[in-house]
Every structure is written in structure tokens, then in C-alpha cells.
């Protein structure tokens, strides 16, 4: 846990921001478009707001809490079933909590489901796999806090980008964590 750490500074490279998004198929363009239509209309109305900052604010830090909606709450069918994969492993965007999936991109699928009429069904696969996983229409959507490089552009639709990564140095004191004054 890195916050236990004895921090002298830290360096943030802004040059290495990236957007980062959900990813659909190629051919998946209408299923993007409504997508970014609810995205929209959450924004618009200040919901999109709330769920960002119970999400992306780093001063909360229970996860537990941030289950707001339950994977049973969701239907796992409707007019069109669409399968969410993730690794459950890169919170705040996804993460895993008493065996259900959950997290900021996971919400944003979950309420748009919910709203749309669509089931989903949450699927876990490694980071590595995700990509092959689309690509063969075992899973439709790819929520992992992924970044939208230009190569994967070339491979996949994304959703709108609404967060960032950036590269963050820290600097560690020269007697952190050692016992002798």
C-alpha cells in the first residue's frame, strides 16, 4: 500500500496522459451510438457528476460503499444481452467485491442496461484476453479502464472518454521504513 509509504515527492508526467474508455467491436457502431446518447443524457442531468464522484474521487477509498447497484438488480436479459468482460483488477474503473463485479465503467453498463432494456452479464477474463475475447464476440464490451491508444483504435470502437491515466513517480525517503535514526 503505497500510502503506508514514507513519500518525499512524487512527479506527475502529464506527456503520458492517455483517455481512457470502454472498448466495443468495429461493427458495433449502433450499440456505440446509443451508448453515447445515455452517456449524453447522464451528463446533461448532473447523474454522470454524482457517479464520478463517488468513483473518481481519490479521498474515498471503500469500495464496499460504492455498490450501488447489484448484479442481481440487473436483468440478465432483455431486447438484446450484452456480456461485459473485465479482469475485476483495476479499480476505481473495475474491480471485484463479494464476487460481483463492480466499479466506475461497470456502473455506467449497469444503468445503461438497466435503462435501455438490455441484459448484461459480467464476465471475467485477464487483462490479456479481453482484447482476443471481443475480437471473437465472446464478450461485447470491454470495461477495464483501458486506454485508447491509436493502435487500438485501429482494433475497436470507444465509448466517450471521460478519465485519464497519467504516469506517477514517487519518491521515497531516504530512511523510510528503516529502523536506525
Do not use: H
Amino acid at each position: 500500500d503505497f500510502m503506508r509509504l514514507d513519500i518525499e515527492e512524487a512527479f506527475t508526467d502529464s506527456t503520458t496522459q492517455e483517455p481512457l474508455a470502454c472498448a466495443l467491436r468495429k461493427e458495433d457502431s449502433a450499440l456505440l451510438q446509443e451508448y453515447t446518447a445515455f452517456f449524453d443524457s447522464i451528463q446533461a442531468c448532473g447523474r454522470l457528476d454524482e457517479i464520478k464522484s463517488r468513483w473518481l474521487n481519490p479521498l474515498k477509498t471503500n469500495n464496499l460503499e460504492k455498490v450501488v447497484i447489484r448484479q442481481k438488480d440487473v436483468p440478465t436479459k432483455g431486447k438484446r444481452v450484452l456480456r461485459l468482460g473485465s479482469d475485476g483488477s483495476y479499480p476505481p474503473y473495475d474491480i471485484m467485491v463479494n464476487n460481483e463485479m463492480t466499479g466506475y465503467e461497470v456502473e455506467l453498463w449497469q444503468r445503461f442496461a438497466i435503462e435501455r432494456g438490455y441484459g448484461l452479464v459480467c464476465e471475467v477474463y485477464t487483462f490479456d484476453a479481453l482484447l482476443p475475447a471481443l475480437q471473437s464476440k465472446k464478450i461485447d464490451v470491454i470495461a477495464a479502464g483501458m486506454s485508447v491508444t491509436p493502435d487500438r483504435e485501429k482494433m475497436v470502437l470507444f465509448t466517450p472518454a471521460d478519465d485519464y491515466s497519467v504516469t506517477t513517480v514517487l519518491i521515497r525517503k531516504a530512511n523510510a521504513g528503516n529502523d536506525k535514526p
